[in-house]
């Protein structure tokens, strides 16, 4: 559980909103990097007479010492370089053992494993917002796969200004001295890439605790596609507002005065009807490229009309999806993209 100095989840009179992506469904899958050692085989010329008598070597005595010497050294050398390699697959094992766990745990909704497997300054343990009344989907009951991703291990050695440069750590972390919280700590920064355009990398930040690592952060690696209009697919127009009323692409979110953190996120603000034309319990929103998502819903069905929802785009351009979901069944009802010169409202 977080301590006091970390960020929790808070209650809102508004509807609930749900937001995925804590976790992809899925697993690392483990990339041992495989170290070669070659040594040369210094053996002296031993020329013998059939007769079994020895003959003159060409070979001076002492030369041979120094050769023996630096085979022995050479020997030494390549058996530390061994152990280092062991030790560093044996640590990239330990590392994408922590993330196998913690996505199968999300794709079963383990949310003791969850908790277990998270930091306690990890700002994104699903069991913390479920405690909290927030719900948690992980993986939507897709099988625990281990084809799904890549990893590798970006550091074993990291820093603090290695976790505060992920996207959004400085706001997440904003209340916590990390200096003091994770002191003399080992953290380690492990990439996760799909094979997937519109999905994009991102970096697992562990860090060690009670002398077993567990994941401190996440982030996504800002990589749009070279060529959007390539990955969007094609629109679907909610004509008769029968969930969407408006899409604002430039809406701007207020802010405290003392709070700058979200000055250079670029909002996209859905409001729904007041005047549902289709029956659905709930409504996500999806950008697919920046990766914002959100979900309302109520006690009541259709408690998510006349509400609103802000999520994030990608400033280079994006595409959002609406879909209105019954009985855990999606139907997409809106589908947009925006690039920075449209001037385009729903």
């Known amino acids: ?3 006091d100095g970390s960020p929790h989840p808070t209650d809102s ?6 937001r995925r992506r804590f976790v992809h469904a899925g697993v690392a899958t483990a990339l041992v990097g495989v170290a070669g050692c070659l040594s040369d085989d210094n053996t002296g010329a031993d020329d013998s007479s059939d007769d079994g008598d020895a003959t003159e070597s060409d070979t001076d005595p002492a030369d041979s010492a120094d050769d023996t010497d630096e085979s022995t050294a050479d020997s030494a050398d390549n058996g530390d370089d061994e152990s280092t390699d062991d030790a560093a697959d044996e640590r990239e094992d330990e590392l994408i053992a922590v993330i196998n766990t913690f996505l199968e745990a999300a794709a079963e909704g383990d949310m003791d494993t969850l908790d277990e497997i998270s930091h306690s300054l990890n700002p994104f343990n699903p069991a ?18 281990d084809e799904l991703f890549d990893t590798e291990v970006v550091t074993d050695d990291g820093t603090i200004e290695d ?8 706001l997440w972390f904003a209340e916590v001295d990390l200096e003091d919280e994770i002191g003399d700590e080992e953290i380690a920064l492990v990439q996760l890439s799909v094979d997937d355009p519109t999905e994009n990398d991102s970096i697992w930040a562990l860090v060690t605790e009670d002398d077993e690592w567990r994941l401190f952060f996440q982030a996504e690696v800002d990589d749009p596609p070279e060529n959007l209009e390539e990955v969007f ?3 679907v127009i909610d004509e008769d507002n029968d969930v969407v009323e408006t899409i604002d692409w430039d ?3 207020d802010q405290n005065d003392d709070n700058d953190f979200f000055d250079d996120v670029e909002w996209v603000q859905v409001e729904f009807t007041d005047d549902p034309g289709i029956e659905a ?3 996500r929103v999806e950008a697919t490229i920046g990766d914002g998502e959100s979900e309302v819903y109520g006690d009541d069905p259709g408690a998510w009309s006349n509400s609103w929802v802000n999520i994030s785009h990608h400033p280079e351009g994006d595409q959002i999806e609406v879909f209105a979901i019954t009985d855990g069944e999606e139907t997409l009802v809106h589908r947009e993209h925006y690039l920075p010169d449209d001037d385009t409202d729903a």
């Open 233 to 235: 697919e094609d629109e």
């Open 163 to 170: 976790i505060l440069e992920l996207e959004g750590a400085e």
């Open 251 to 253: 809406y701007d979110q």
């Open 281 to 283: 319990d709930r409504v």
């Open 128 to 145: 913390v917002w479920v405690e909290a009344g927030w719900e948690f989907q992980g993986g939507d009951g897709e099988e625990f796969d």
């Open 13 to 18: 009179d508004r509807p609930s909103f749900h």
């Open 1 to 3: 559980m977080p301590t």
